[in-house]
């Protein structure tokens, strides 16, 4: 499994970002995606999903700022982030599950000065 994050970067308060992440060797169209994220001294929480079948849900601090989608042609999922706050500071990582484990890219650094 290769996911492959991008679109992290320094932003001001209020504005937005897009992330995107690539997969490879799963069967994208069949698996359920995620993007979680960590701040600094903090544990890795979940930000939004989206099932191999299109629904979504989202965490509530993001609730109504982000939008997750994906492409099953591009094998690729992202995540739009509107309204950006510093708290919104964090790693960013997509993620799948795979034969019963979890899986993670790299992650992209998002960071929000105020």
């Known amino acids: 499994v290769q996911l492959q994050a991008s679109g992290g970067g320094l932003v001001q308060a209020g504005g937005f970002l897009r992330l995107s992440c690539s997969a490879s060797?799963?069967?994208?169209?069949?698996?359920?995606m995620a993007w979680y994220r960590q701040a600094p001294g903090k544990e890795r929480e979940s930000v939004a999903s989206?099932?191999?079948?299109?629904?979504?849900s989202y965490s509530n601090p993001v609730k109504g700022r982000f939008i997750i989608s994906r492409d099953n042609f591009q094998d690729a999922v992202y995540l739009q982030m509107n309204n950006l706050a510093p708290e919104d500071t964090a790693v960013y990582f997509c993620?799948?599950?795979?034969?019963?484990?979890?899986?993670w890219g790299q992650g992209t650094q998002v960071t929000v000065s105020s």
């Open positions: 993620s799948t599950i795979v034969r019963g484990l979890r899986r």
């Open positions: 060797r799963i069967i994208f169209r069949a698996c359920d």
């Open positions: 989206i099932t191999s079948d299109g629904g979504t």
